[in-house]
């Protein structure tokens, strides 16, 4: 069964930064794309970066463009978001998403992140 871990979730201030982590655990099956959405409360859940596993090619939402950098960690079957200068407006619970060849997507339980003004 695979799962989906995030972590580094937490309080800080605007113009602050924080690094999320999500390690995929639990089977061999390998995912296509991976990414990072978020969802604030009263909102829709919202694509904030995505990354294409062979290759590494990324790309990012625009109002999180120059701020947040999504990277892989093949060694340790991690995806990373730098996320730098941070607003109010990223407070969001933060979800990784994991998409194999076949269309399958995974999901972990998502990490909060509160920016303070």
């Known amino acids: 069964q695979v799962q989906l871990v995030e972590s580094g979730g937490g309080l800080v201030q605007a113009g602050g930064s924080l690094r999320l982590s999500c390690a995929v655990s639990?089977?061999?099956?390998?995912?296509?794309?991976m990414g990072w959405y978020r969802q604030a409360p009263g909102k829709q859940r919202e694509l904030v970066a995505r990354?294409?596993?062979?290759?590494?090619?990324?790309s990012y939402a625009g109002y999180v463009k120059g701020r947040f950098t999504i990277s892989l960690d093949n060694a340790k079957n991690t995806i990373n978001l730098q996320m730098n200068s941070l607003k109010p407006e990223d407070t969001a619970i933060y979800y990784c998403?994991?998409?194999?060849?076949?269309?399958?997507?995974?999901w972990g339980q998502g990490t909060q992140v509160t920016v303070s003004s």
């Open positions: 990354i294409i596993i062979r290759g590494g090619y990324t």
């Open positions: 639990g089977s061999s099956v390998s995912m296509r794309f």
């Open positions: 998403r994991g998409t194999t060849a076949s269309s399958v997507t995974y």
